[in-house]
Structures are given as structure tokens and as C-alpha cells.
């Protein structure tokens, strides 16, 4: 069974806008991941967060993580043209990390 | 996606042909995978090697074999593939386990006729 489902499947919103994306995932973690996908190329990672933690900021991105719900959050703040991508979340379970399907985020103009 | 390569970038070949998808990784790792990504479904983990020895094959067909001569290095031959296994084929390395955050490289984008 799926282990990181992410939410919403798509999101467009305008440029400037705040983006934000949800993972749910069934079991317990040591951390999670999230990572950008542009189209057709690999995975970047962009921000680990460990169970003990509650929020993490990196630049632009602002991640949160609630293990009583089992889920985070992807905050992309000010959004740019460049952020249109693919946002996956990886949840580590049994010493391996498992993808989930991902958001696709487009960004307009 | 720096660190990680893979040649080729594109590959279109007919179900009867044998060809090879290369990855090399510049950042001293110890284990490498190999996952696909087919359209509408989640990424999945095709092959893992630790120190260059495959500790985990999640149910890949034959027509799949892996090699990884040293740890820098991981190949993925291909032969007698079916048009469903047109997909983009990720190579990927972490430090130590597949829970460390991984490196990708570009991607190959695989078309079978």
C-alpha cells in the first residue's frame, strides 16, 4: 500500500501567491523528505524534516510535520515561475524510502 | 543534478533489441538505485545496490538486469523489453541507506517501439 500520498494532485495558482501541498502517510517515520521533479528530468531535494521535529524553513519552502496526523506540509511562499514543478514527499519506513505520487504545481503568469 | 549522470538521455529501441542505460555518480556514495517512472503512477524502486551488492530487487521482470562494478558506477541492461516499459529510468545514489536523502541524476527517457 502506498506509504506518502500527496494533496492536491494539481494546484495552479498565480505568481506571487503562496503554494501549499500535503503528504499523508500510514506508518511511523524517522523523517520525511521533499523533493521537486521538473518535467522529464530527476529529483531535487529540497528539505528533510526528522520525527522529532515540528518545522522546518529553508529559504522560500517552510515544512511542517505533525506525527500525531501523520502528515506534512510544503509551504512555497511568493511563488515563481521557475517553482512550476513536480513536489514529491518520501517518508523513510523499514530503513527505506518510499515516494508518493506527487503535486503537480503550475504556476501562472 | 549535479553528481549524478547517466547516458544516454533518450533511447528509442524496437522489443528485440539489447541496450544499456549507464549511471555514474561523482559523490563518493555507497549505495546507487535504479527506479521508473511510468506516467499517472508513483515512482518505483526497481533496484538497490549497497558496496556494489544488490541487497534488494522488488519484483523487476528478467528482461531488467542490473550491473554495478564499483561504486561509482551502476548499468541497467535491457533486452526483449515490451512497449509498456517505455518510461523515464532514474538512476539514484545516497550516502549510506535508502532512508538518507538520495541524488538523481537527469533521467533517461526510454521509448519502445
Known amino acids: 500500500s502506498q506509504q506518502g500520498e500527496e494533496d492536491p494532485q494539481a494546484l495552479s495558482i498565480q505568481e506571487g501567491e503562496n503554494a501549499t501541498m500535503n503528504c499523508s502517510y500510514k506508518?511511523?517515520?524517522?523523517?520525511l523528505q521533499w523533493y521537486r521533479q521538473n518535467s522529464g528530468r530527476g529529483l531535487v531535494h529540497l528539505i528533510l524534516?526528522?520525527?522529532?521535529?515540528r518545522e522546518k524553513h529553508s529559504g522560500r519552502l517552510r515544512v511542517t510535520l505533525d506525527t500525531s496526523k501523520k502528515s506534512s506540509s510544503l509551504l512555497i511562499t511568493a511563488s515563481r515561475a521557475a517553482d512550476t514543478a513536480s513536489y514529491f514527499c518520501?517518508?523513510?519506513?523499514?530503513?527505506?524510502?518510499?515516494f508518493g505520487k506527487g503535486t503537480r504545481l503550475h504556476i501562472l503568469p | 543534478e549535479t553528481g549524478v549522470t547517466q547516458t544516454p538521455r533518450h533511447l528509442v529501441m524496437g522489443m528485440t533489441n539489447k541496450k544499456s542505460l549507464k549511471c555514474e555518480q561523482h559523490?563518493?556514495?555507497?549505495?546507487m538505485y535504479w527506479y521508473k517512472q511510468s506516467a499517472k503512477k508513483p515512482l518505483e524502486l526497481m533496484f538497490v545496490?549497497?558496496?556494489?551488492?544488490?541487497?534488494e530487487n522488488n519484483s523487476v521482470p528478467s528482461r531488467f538486469s542490473p550491473e554495478c562494478p564499483n561504486s561509482s558506477h551502476l548499468f541497467l541492461h535491457l533486452h526483449t523489453l515490451q512497449p509498456e516499459d517505455s518510461a523515464l529510468y532514474l538512476c539514484?545514489?545516497?550516502?549510506?541507506?535508502?532512508?538518507?536523502?538520495?541524488?538523481f541524476g537527469p533521467g533517461t527517457r526510454l521509448t519502445v517501439l
Open positions: 524534516i526528522r520525527s522529532n521535529e
Open positions: 506508518t511511523s517515520i524517522n523523517n
Open positions: 545496490y549497497s558496496l556494489e551488492e544488490r541487497v
Open positions: 539514484a545514489s545516497s550516502q549510506r541507506t535508502s532512508a538518507d536523502t538520495q541524488y
Open positions: 559523490l563518493g556514495h555507497n549505495a
Open positions: 518520501a517518508t523513510d519506513a523499514y530503513d527505506k524510502i518510499i
